[in-house]
């Protein structure tokens, strides 16, 4: 008997186990939801509902959630990094003691003009520097 790559019923609702991909899937009347291995799940439908997962997110075991297309969007709560720190651009190691508890931000593009009722802390080269609402930059100094 050959191997199925698909469940060959109408409306199937339900778990499969694709033996071709060596996957486990999720289909709700015909309809791939998802996927799974032993380390990965990934949704296989789009959806605009910010409450669910959609085809470009992936969430594998043991390394974390990566977003590569759109933002990570926290519309109630707190964004938490409870054990590490939270780093801004590409991450690099320090020469000798790692932080823990730190915001790491990578020299990235300077903003530039107001900002209305905002401000914000950006990394040049050599700087911390802040931005205020009228467009003002300057050091953040201790």
């Known amino acids: 008997m050959p191997l199925a790559s698909t469940p060959k019923v109408g409306t199937y609702t339900g778990w499969f186990k694709d033996q071709i991909n060596n996957r486990l899937e999720l289909y709700y009347n015909s309809t791939l939801v998802a996927h799974a291995t032993a380390t990965t799940f990934v ?20 390394t974390g959630l990566t977003v590569t297309t759109g933002n990570s969007v926290v519309t109630a709560g707190d964004l938490r990094v409870t054990a590490g720190n939270e780093r801004l651009g590409v991450v690099s190691a320090f020469a000798t003691t790692e932080p ?41 100094e201790t």
Not at 46 to 52: C, E, L
Not at 120 to 138: E, M, N, Q, Y
Request: aromatic content about 2%.
């Open 100 to 140: 823990t508890s730190a915001l790491v931000m990578k020299t990235g593009t300077a903003p530039a003009g107001a900002i209305t009722t905002s401000g914000g802390i950006f990394s040049s080269s050599t700087v911390v520097r802040k931005i205020i609402a009228d467009g003002t930059v300057s050091n953040v």
């Open 43 to 62: 949704p296989a439908v789009a959806t605009t509902s910010p409450s669910t997962l959609a085809s470009t997110t992936t969430i594998t075991a043991g």
